[in-house]
């Protein structure tokens, strides 16, 4: 029985390459389960090596067993007497590129998840959580664009057809390299504004910024375009070269508190004490006021008006919008009730021609 056992052993390298392989997958996933349990261990106390242990979880059930594999082909003989070693192993190579892409991804995106939880941004002063946030976003979505497309230049390298066109169209240049170039350049150009708006941050998650005439807030910051929410729950989708090429305004940049102004167009017979004093009330009973600044001044004057200019503070734009509907509604019934003759009006000299 045992002769016979040899013999078949000896005798049929596809047995002794199957049992090789059977062996190895089962010391992976032994090893793997080992390690990952140690891993987790030692990972107490430490958020965010759990959670790059949780999110590195299904790619490394794939990645332990396919390095196994590789070295097995590589290192046994059978392989050779069967000549499948270099198309299989070429195979694996290609899987365990793919998988170590896959990877270093969901790693870039365990370090993104930690950030969000660990600075939310739904709290009154939210500047610095902003920050951080704005950084591991637009950091972490153009570290994974480049690592998939490493992966996928290393992936096609290994293939000797694809490695022989890509070789004969650098050596060609010509037209085609032309082609691929201007292909290239829009992601190549928001890749690059990515980083730039990651280190220097003109916008920042949550942002209030004001562009092509829409007021809205930075809710999105993705590796090619940033998603603003409009103030009606519209989207406005801008690619993030944009915000380096144009002019915007960012009500947001430094602090969120501002300043906001309201205009009233009077006649000129309205005593201006009797307003301040009300602007000052107005705003004195307001909650979004915050205590900064409450002006009223005559800043223009025409042939029939005055302009009178309103100034009011408050915490956020959000709040400011609102005070300054507050403020505007209370003095329009401050004049119509105190001083109705002061309102706006034409006048007119009416001659008899008889007379």
Known sequence: MTENLLEIW?????????????????????????VRALLWRVSDGHPMAREMLRQARSPMGWLVPLLVLVVALHTRPEADELHIAASAEQILVIALIAVATWLGVRCINAVEFFFCRRFPVNTENNLRARRVLTQARVLGRTGSVLLILIGLAACLMMIPG???????????????????????????????????????QPIRLDDVV?????????????????????????????????FIENPFQNWTRTSSQLIGTVYLWLDYRVPLEP?????????????????????????????????????????DSGSNFDLRCHVREGMIAFVQQHYPDSLPRVRAEVRDPAG
Do not use: F, M
């Open 275 to 315: 307003l301040r004093e009300e602007v000052k009330r107005l705003c004195k009973e307001a909650p979004q006021w915050d205590g900064r600044v409450c002006v009223l001044q005559v800043t223009d004057t025409t042939d029939r008006t005055l302009q009178i200019r309103i100034l009011a503070s408050s915490a």
């Open 10 to 34: 000896n005798g049929q390298p596809w047995i002794r390459l199957g049992v090789t392989v059977i062996v190895a997958l089962l010391v992976a996933i032994v090893v793997h389960r080992l």
């Open 162 to 200: 694809v490695r022989q066109i890509g070789a004969s169209l650098l050596a060609s240049a010509g037209l085609a390299g032309l082609a691929v170039g201007l292909a290239a350049k829009p992601v190549l150009s928001n890749l690059i504004a990515g980083l730039q708006i990651a280190i220097t």
């Open 210 to 242: 004001i562009i092509e005439g829409e007021w809205g807030r930075i809710e999105e910051i993705t590796g090619t375009y940033v998603v603003v929410r409009i103030w009606d729950e519209r989207r406005l989708v801008v690619p993030l070269n944009w």
